[in-house]
């Protein structure tokens, strides 16, 4: 009943290629800030994924609701108690997590409401930040392109940083990708990469 | 102010259903009058219909402007018309009187074939269940056997989801605006004080006063002035009204004073002299009966399991008689049983009559939806 909807368009962007292909087929998906619903719409359109987004957003929502998107206007920090415990395959948190309040918070319910969740995020630890921080300035670039004055990130981390986050949440890492513009990086990650995308389970 | 996209001249239909209608309470309708209007063309496939239902005050006439009356548009004319959120240029869009009203559709005000009079009190409580029994009959009628959607704000929004539930293959989507899977004690108190306004107005005559040639206006203008305390907000109150005075200062008696004062009555009045009281207590009972969660010990996600329809959920943040958490609860109950739905909870200080408006954000979510609603 979403006929008239364009042709998805977003194949190119690489953070969400590297999250497509964690996504078996089918699958039912929760997109937490989920932005305008690309993401979701390339899953519907390229996996058959059956999901939604949670956006807190009005322009969002709206590009959300012209992609034709399942989305609900929620905000994450207060939790995700619209949402079952384990209803869904994965729960997916792309580039948010350094934005959220409650960073550990939002950890637990993925943990609770999804089979497995899939986070990504800038690299704090990648070395062109670090410069910067060297020279006497917080970074600036491509994957954090604010300044300190108006970032809305406020919980930056490295890989290591996440990975202690994972083991004090009970969340066990299944699987690590690094990337650098649309290359993998597999040499010196928390040093040579600029995103990073985790996929984890609750650790029983 | 109406734009060139108004559906234009626009006039009322009527049909008469002669099956029998099982109510709810058990009392049975042998046949009754339907008042409806439509818009745009319904195409070949007979599969562009969308059907609108309307609140408690409402009617059929959603759209356009009657040819000898001057400013008589629609109560929805914003949303409905040629290039609005509902387009006419896609979809046929019907609006009907429910029946108990007072706009054309048989109610208590209506003349009873058996006995020769007004039905007055002898009417029977209708339900939400029940308006969607008679509007199945009208889309038998037009030939209409899905809706490409069924849209209602407020008591039209429960009327809409009752529709996915009791026909869940006759509705591909619903737009559920303001409404609740059922009222609070609150809402159905606020109801009663509405309800006793009128029944103890000494013009009731206990239901039947058309046979006393007279009308319990008294109440019903009370009736209508708590309603409408409930349907704006604070803040939109505080800001449209304030403290102001009508003659600049305080007269220290019990006449007309502030603005809201002289607003309200004002209001009260013109209801008055437009609806009929037995209609009113009508559609209050109705509201307050409807909870579909009911049967099912309370489950409203037991409720939605039959549902197929995809799902629109709108709330308004300061619409306090209809607030988002009753919203939040049908949503909830849709992401249980993995129906597609989106809800949005859109910041407005117009309180519950904000679904009436024109206002940008909230007209952009709709014809976005409705723009993904095949035809």
């Known amino acids: 009943m979403t006929d008239t909807t364009a042709p998805s368009t977003i194949a190119l962007r690489p953070d969400f290629a590297a999250i497509a292909q964690w996504i078996k087929p089918g699958a039912k998906i929760l997109d937490l800030g989920c932005g305008d619903g690309s993401l979701l719409r390339h899953l519907r359109d390229t996996r058959n994924v059956f999901g939604y987004g949670v956006e807190i957003d009005d322009d969002n929502l709206l590009s959300c609701f012209r992609n034709g998107i399942n989305v609900i206007q929620n905000d994450l920090e207060t939790g995700l108690s619209s949402f079952e415990s384990a209803s869904f395959d994965y729960v997916i948190l792309s580039q948010t997590l350094q934005a959220m309040r409650h960073t550990e918070g939002i950890i637990q319910e993925m943990l609770r409401v999804g089979k497995e969740g899939i986070v990504s995020f800038p690299n704090f630890g990648y070395w062109r930040n670090r410069m910067q921080v060297i020279s006497g300035h917080m970074p600036v670039s491509k994957t954090l392109p604010y300044h300190w004055y108006d970032t809305p990130n406020i919980h930056l981390c490295t890989l290591g940083d996440f990975e202690a986050l994972c083991q004090q949440c009970d969340a066990r890492i299944l699987e690590r990708r690094v990337m650098n513009g649309d290359h993998p990086v597999n040499f010196l990650p928390n040093l040579m990469g600029m995103l990073a995308f985790y996929r984890f389970e609750r650790r029983e | ?375």
């Open chain 2, 1 to 375: 102010m109406q734009d060139s996209k108004s559906v234009g001249v626009v006039t009322p239909q009527y049909v008469t259903i002669d099956k029998p209608l099982q109510l709810k309470s058990g009392l049975m309708l042998d046949s009754y009058h339907l008042v409806y209007e439509t818009y745009g063309q319904l195409n070949a496939a007979r599969s562009n219909a969308v059907l609108i239902c309307h609140a408690l005050s409402g009617n059929h006439h959603v759209a356009g402007v009657y040819a000898d009356k001057e400013k008589s548009y629609g109560w929805w004319d914003n949303m409905v018309g040629p290039g609005k959120p509902i387009d006419t240029n896609r979809f046929f869009v019907m609006g009907m009187n429910n029946l108990g009203g007072c706009h054309g559709s048989t109610g208590p005000a209506s003349i009873d074939t058996k006995t020769g009079k007004h039905y007055g009190a002898s009417f029977p409580i209708v339900t939400v269940e029940d308006w969607v029994e008679t509007q199945v009959q009208l889309a038998e009628h037009l030939g209409i056997e899905q809706f490409a959607a069924v849209v209602g704000g407020s008591l039209g929004g429960m009327q809409a989801m009752q529709w996915t539930l009791d026909y869940p293959e006759k509705v591909r989507h619903a737009l559920v605006v303001a409404a609740a899977a059922k009222l609070t004690a609150q809402n159905i108190a606020f109801n009663d004080v509405a309800r006793q306004a009128i029944m103890t107005d000494q013009e009731f005559y206990g239901g039947n006063y058309y046979a006393y040639d007279t009308l319990p206006r008294r109440g019903l203008r009370l009736a209508r002035m708590l309603g409408h305390i409930t349907y704006l907000s604070d803040d939109s109150m505080a800001a449209k009204f304030g403290r102001s005075l009508r003659n600049g200062d305080l007269s220290f008696g019990f006449d007309v004073e502030f603005e809201i004062e002289s607003y309200l009555r004002y209001q009260g009045d013109k209801f008055a002299d437009l609806f009929d009281a037995n209609s009113y207590l009508l559609m209050t009972k109705a509201l307050d009966y409807f909870d579909p969660a009911n049967t099912y010990g309370g489950d409203l996600s037991a409720a939605f399991q039959v549902a197929k329809a995809d799902y629109l959920i709108l709330s308004f943040t300061s619409d306090w008689r209809f607030s988002p958490e009753r919203s939040r609860e049908i949503v909830k109950a849709l992401l249980d049983n993995k129906i597609n739905v989106s809800y949005a909870e859109i910041t407005s200080s117009h309180g519950h009559d904000s679904f009436l408006m024109e206002t940008q954000y909230y007209h952009q979510l709709v014809r976005a939806y409705m723009d993904n609603v095949s035809t």
